[in-house]
């Protein structure tokens, strides 16, 4: 990218800026990680929301990427990608319609599936258009928010595989309630745990349907977990990417204080707006462009400061300092670590593009909004 | 607004919806108690970021409407509004020349301060551009958010008066703080505590400031106290059109237990996607969809059902049922009242605008994302 003449100092806030240094080192220290132990990387682009930087991770040498919702599906086929999975069940005739639609355009969507009613109404619509999906059977792991549980999970693959217009090819077993355990060897334990199951039903379908490949799962906080898991075939990562203090919060295999494998490429810029009270000042950005969810944001810049931020409404943010140190006047622009990542972005239209004190240009958060 | 032949049934969810009878209900109803008591309207558009229902707002009769932000103010005067007052301080020179810009295309803007410097950067900006604005003085009552404190208050009133590009028309005083306190009593008692220092500040700035005739103020948690209130001249309510579970919890003057001045305007429709699990089922809103901040969202329809809403991470939600009864199947479109509206509407790019179980048309939700 070429330089724009632009400064951080010159941008409006609030505003998201990517900081590209770390935001490639976070990107190659996953897809080496992932080579090195022979699977594939198939990152989800729910945690930022954008077609450019997924085209990154492609270019960094990921197989393709993950959507949660059919919008996203639509955003990034526009965008002219393709390879990606839906990681979550669609229902409705309406949006079984949707994603069929996009289907032809893009041969490769392939979606999860959890119930025989869904798998009938799916196969129903593709015999009409007279065409055949890819299907992961989603597989519960004890997050129990979708995914057929284990003991049922053979059952439904044999239906699966006795419809003509699905073609399975393979599980999906996502371990959410897992990735935020902050003691490491607590999280790898509890994730072992729950994702034996699954692997029980993966070599059953690997062994008897020959189609049966794929076992994508894992997520920030079991990346290095899951990568020793050998029926484990891709990775559905998704906050490596940007980060939060959410994950910056929970223990890592060599530091079991602070998360060190990928540091925050994802940062927020906020201006001081009030400065009248003892004891704090007022910034510009509150619920409504800093999401109230997971850890504390942090403030990063000023650097090593003693300066705390808490949510104060919708359109404000209270400063305070935990050692009665100085607060910053009016018109100084912070820089924080957000608290969730993926919630915050959904919020903003674009990012700003960093190296150092330079912005180096924009990219559109072309996803932000599609929660259909 | 004609037909579309389309039904709420028809819609893929989330979706947000507006029930238009519900609305123009709630919209008239201030109306009138406002116009009853003598005093202005001047909506806050934060919480609906739609230049259409502020159009429908004045057309009712509100004398202009209210923005927390400079690109708030910026979309509706590109869709044709005016009379904009802008409820928080514009500081940085950036910021200020957006601002100045602004008030070129739209005279009738006016703005806070809270600040010496402030003002006088503000003053010099506009003197380079030989123009005047109005503005009001932000009295902080207890908030402590923005504002200058009352002992202060004159003494910035003179220096403002001082300032030959300013013209000072009177004060605002929000008491944030006091608009979710539950018991009518107490937050009647609180609220005219807290006014009372910006009652003193304002008589003594009318007395002797020609040009000072507006005090704005208010919420819709003490809209009915203030309408009570002899100096203040106008309303800067905001939540009354829409409305959420978090007003709907705080007791009113007839009804200690329930918010009965106004009714839920605005729903979430969302769709259960997975029925694998005893006791839950999951549904298709999550935290992007559903701001996670407030009271609990409370399922409307079905009507009269025992079903909960719980957040279930970024893309899903989680429903219950508190007495045991049956589940709603996949498939199932359910309707919530949220838990807070203003950050919620913020997620979403339109409104889909009801009558009964008609679809009359749709309004674009046009200020969101206006964070700056």
Not at 70 to 89: C, H, R
Not at 346 to 360: I, P, Q, W
Request: net charge negative; glycine share 8%.
């Amino acid at each position: 990218m070429a330089s724009t003449g632009k400064y951080k100092s010159d941008l409006d806030t609030p505003c998201l800026v990517l900081d590209m240094n770390v935001l490639e080192q976070n990107l190659q220290k996953m897809q080496a990680a992932v080579e090195h132990a022979g699977k594939n990387l198939r990152p989800h682009v729910k945690t930022h929301k954008c077609s450019s930087l997924a085209r990154m991770q492609i270019g960094a040498g990921a197989i393709g990427v993950c959507v949660a919702k059919v919008s996203e599906a639509e955003a990034l086929v526009k965008a002219g990608l393709d390879n990606i999975l839906l990681t979550g069940p669609v229902v409705t005739p309406r949006k079984i319609e949707r994603l069929v639609d996009l289907l032809r355009t893009s041969p490769s969507l392939m979606v999860v599936v959890d119930h025989p009613g869904n798998i009938e109404l799916l196969d129903a619509v593709l015999r009409t258009r007279g065409m055949v999906m890819d299907v992961l059977l989603d597989v519960d792991v004890g997050l129990n928010r979708t995914g057929v549980r284990p003991p049922d999970a053979l059952a439904l693959a044999d239906r699966i595989v006795a419809l003509p217009h699905l073609r399975l090819l393979g599980i999906q077993a996502y371990a959410g309630h897992v990735q935020h355990i902050r003691s490491y060897d607590t999280r790898k334990h509890t994730s072992y745990q729950c994702l034996k199951e699954a692997i029980r039903v993966f070599r059953e379908l690997r062994a008897t349907v020959p189609t049966c490949t794929i076992f994508s799962a894992s997520g920030t906080g079991t990346f290095d977990i899951d990568l020793a898991v050998p029926e484990i075939s891709e990775l559905q990562v998704g906050s490596y990417a940007c980060m939060d203090t959410e994950y910056l919060e929970i223990g890592s295999a060599d530091n079991d204080a602070r998360f060190v494998s990928f540091d925050p490429a994802l940062r927020l810029l906020t201006t001081v707006i009030s400065a009248n009270h003892e004891g704090l000042v007022t910034v510009d950005a509150g619920l409504k462009s800093l999401y109230k969810d997971g850890g504390k944001p942090q403030v990063i810049v000023p650097e090593n400061s003693a300066l705390e931020y808490n949510w104060f409404g919708d359109e404000y943010g209270m400063i305070t300092s935990t050692d009665n140190s100085e607060l910053p006047p009016i018109g100084t622009v912070l820089e924080l670590v957000t608290s969730h990542c993926d919630p915050t972005v959904n919020l903003f239209d674009s990012y700003y593009l960093t190296r150092g004190k330079e912005v180096n240009g924009t990219w559109p958060i072309d996803l932000r909004g599609c929660s259909q």
